[in-house]
């Protein structure tokens, strides 16, 4: 395969997007930790599932965590890879690019876990309402 600048910069747009993604991600479950620790503290309201509400959320956090430092980590390999193509370092970037692939591909993975947790958030929510059937 030849690499060239080209090769590595189609990694960009994808890179912003997804870290875009996670930043999104990250802010929103950041904001229902705030909420949920705010009613335990100042309101002592206790949801009925706060246990498995909590280890929930600890695993997303700790997903979201892998993905966004994956890919900030898959984006810094992209960099050196340009880098090295600089200096006329073809195997090195190969070898960069390839590095850059592999992290992406590990962040998605994180990232599609984290989803999954997160549907398993949702069902908490919805365990304690009873849904009627007709």
Not at 25 to 48: G, M, N
Not at 54 to 70: D, E, M, P, Q, T
């Amino acid at each position: 395969m030849n690499i060239d600048y080209t090769v590595a910069a189609l990694m960009f747009p994808a890179i912003a997007l997804v870290m875009g993604v996670y930043s999104n991600r990250f802010h929103t479950l950041s904001a229902l930790v705030r909420k949920l620790h705010d009613e335990y503290v100042f309101e002592k309201h206790i949801p009925p599932e706060w246990k498995k509400q909590l280890k929930n959320l600890s695993r997303r956090s700790v997903n979201l965590k892998y993905a966004i430092g994956l890919a900030g980590t898959g984006f810094l390999f992209n960099m050196i890879t340009i880098f090295a193509l600089y200096l006329g370092q073809v195997f090195a970037a190969r070898l960069l690019f390839g590095m850059c692939c592999l992290f992406m591909i590990f962040s998605i993975l994180f990232f599609l876990w984290e989803i999954i947790v997160s549907t398993k958030a949702l069902s908490l929510h919805l365990s304690d309402m009873k849904i009627d059937e007709d």
